[in-house]
């Protein structure tokens, strides 16, 4: 272990999620959670290209499991799907999968989602620990139980709150991050910032340079002031009755726009970086404040988003 890992709590209606955040976290799960895994078959959700580059950090996880099996899913928005879900309850049911399985989501924001979906239906739901390897799952997707795969109909359409037993952010993952990835991750703290952590915002404006290099020490407590701040929206609402909404700042026009591009264009966080200028026009006109507008503007053209796709209508 590189640094002092950040530790966190998420209660929620079922329980508690333990958070580790840290640079190297990953080489120290904590006993709590290496107990609770001890002797018990552990489903590993990942793709291959996330096995190749990180699978090595799971060891120490992994080691007190009975038995641990790797299930390989597709890159992408088109893993959330219910067939490769059906295929993997299948593999799982073969593989000798019980109710005191864990499912273990190892991956991005898509590979979370389609575990924590997948965890949840099996045998009327099992356990799940999330090991997100982007920014973006890292300070968002992560956090806060929410789990769904797509219909052609839409994104999310099915899915359910299951909250992890617990998730490990460790940021030297990030270091193999694309570029344009680790800036699609920095849109979601900056929203983070906006909503609720104030003080995000100074940080991204003093110490920007350096978590665009994906210094894994600089990312640590950036990662953990958003992740800190999503926790306590998720307490006081885990089940998005009202507070929880704030969190979809940006994500009204971004959705659109992610949809309107195939899923393919514009990356989740660049749609919401857009989506957030388009809500922030909006809110000028309702009144609020031009300096505040403005650093918020000024801010998401520094972290720098791509040319809009082209998209016909
Ligand atoms: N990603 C928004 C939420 O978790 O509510």
Known sequence: MT??????????????????IGAGALAEPGAELLTSLSGRTCFVVTSAQVRELHERRLSPLLESCRQRQVLEVPVGEGAKDLEIAADLWRRMVRGGGKRDSVVIAFGGGTVGDLAGFVAGGFLRGIDYVQIPTTLLAQVDAAIGGKTAVN?????????????????????????????????????????????????????????????????????????????????????????????????????????????????SGLRHGEAVGYGMLFALELARERGLEARVAERLVALIRKIGLPPLPRASV
């Not at 929620?12 to 333990?18: E, I, K, L, V």
């Not at 003093?206 to 020490?217: F, I, Q, S, T």
């Not at 990312?219 to 006081?236: C, D, H, M, S, T």
């Open 3 to 20: 640094a002092n890992p950040v530790d966190l709590e998420l209660r929620h209606p079922r329980g508690r999620t333990q958070i580790r």
């Open 151 to 263: 219909l052609p109909e839409g994104k999310n359409t099915i899915g359910l709150f299951h909250h992890p037993r617990a998730v490990i952010c460790d940021t030297e993952m990030l270091s193999t991050l694309d570029p344009a990835e680790l800036r699609s991750g920095l849109f979601e703290v900056l929203k983070i910032g906006a909503i609720r952590a104030a003080e995000l915002l100074g940080v991204l404006e003093r110490v920007l340079p350096e978590l665009l290099a994906r210094d894994a020490h600089a990312l640590a407590p950036v990662v953990a002031a958003a992740v800190a701040a999503k926790a306590e929206i998720v307490e006081a609402d885990p089940e998005e009755g009202d507070l929880r909404r704030l969190l979809n700042f940006g994500h009204t026009l971004g959705h659109a726009l992610e949809s309107l591009s195939g899923y």
